[in-house]
């Protein structure tokens, strides 16, 4: 596919010899396309554009060599964060996400924007993301905030930015991270600048492979998805090596046939996906109504106390009104009295 060379002299001495995939993931406008450009060097690799409805429609693979030859996969995904996103769409593009990484994954580069406030809604897909691939898919992230040079122009540093604005769920999240984060500006012209970006990013990169023993992300999907297009592969290799024994309309079913085998197990593995899926929105559902209907609750217990409280204090004050009107006649019959 297409790439770039990223020239500059970052070395990958420990772990020179793993190519490395990373997926970008985040809500449609927080600039996931546009940072997979800036890290392959090339503007043009990913559409990349303002809109509210998205560029990026499906999973896509793009890859970049480092000047010490090292490869750089990077697979951008549509938006799989948005809440409008149907679980079959988004179990899709997740499994095309696993085809194209069957080796599996070594960053999930979970991006926002400084632009636009942490939604719920990305919450809520980062909570389906720990469900379908468990608590250790939070080992592979890091944060990626877009709209750097929208703090520059403000003079604020991104640890400004966090201490103005960071919610308590987003806390939260770059805590499960262990505050992996960096801030991009992809609309930079100064080479030197997106270079060290870049730099920033893959050393955390690095940071995660070492910490997870060198080893990606993998699960039985993975597993699943992997052994499925190895079987195809080896198929087709036999099939051609035996030329010579079928004819080509033979030879050509057979693909056919080993393909249509192949897809319908894709067919199963996302199904399988898009279950859990609805599983797992229908427990966010159910928890947020219930975290509202508490939330309600309270509110009314507030209120209700206030309302107490409002009372208590209006009948003190008409209490001490008497008493001070009671003092005010007592002083008034005495100076007639005397």
């Known amino acids: 596919m297409g790439g770039s060379t990223i020239d500059d002299d970052w070395e990958f001495t420990s772990l020179s010899n793993v190519v490395r995939t990373i997926v970008l993931v985040g809500r449609t406008g927080n600039g996931k396309s546009a940072t997979g450009n800036s890290i392959l060097g090339n503007k043009k690799a990913f559409k990349s554009r303002a809109s509210s409805s998205g560029v990026t429609s499906t ?12 490869v750089v996969n990077v697979i951008d995904t549509p938006g799989l964060f948005d809440f409008s996103a149907e679980s079959d769409f988004v179990g899709k593009e997740i499994v095309k996400c696993i085809n194209l990484a069957k080796d599996g994954i070594h960053a999930v580069l979970v991006v926002f924007s400084v632009r636009t406030r942490f939604s719920q809604e990305e919450l809520a897909a980062l909570r389906s993301l720990q469900n379908l691939f468990g608590s250790k898919i939070f080992d592979y992230m890091i944060v990626v905030f877009t709209g750097g040079d929208e703090l520059e122009e403000n003079d604020e540093t991104l640890e400004d930015y966090l201490g103005r604005e960071c919610p308590e769920p987003l806390k939260e999240i770059l805590n499960l991270c262990e505050n992996r984060l960096v801030l991009f500006d992809n609309k930079t012209k100064d080479e030197s600048k997106r270079v060290y970006q870049v730099q920033h990013l893959l050393s955390l990169v690095n940071k995660v492979i070492a910490q997870n023993g060198g080893q990606p992300y993998t699960d039985e999907i993975f597993a699943e998805v992997k052994q499925g297009a190895m079987k195809l592969r080896d198929q087709q290799e036999e099939v051609n090596s035996k030329k010579g024994s079928y004819s080509k309309r033979e030879i050509s079913d057979l693909k056919d046939q080993m393909q249509l085998q192949y897809d319908e197990q894709l067919k199963r593995i996302t199904e399988m996906v898009e279950s859990r899926l609805r599983e797992t929105t229908t427990r966010l559902e159910q928890q947020l109504a219930q975290e509202q209907a ?15 409280s409002n009372d208590e204090i209006r009948r003190l004050r008409e209490h001490l009104e008497l008493a001070q009107e009671e003092l005010r006649k007592r002083g008034e019959n005495r100076c007639a009295i005397l």
């Open 294 to 308: 508490a939330r309600l609750k309270a509110e009314e217990f507030a209120q209700l106390a206030q309302k107490r």
């Open 59 to 70: 999973c896509e693979l793009q890859k970049t060599t480092l000047r010490d030859g090292q």
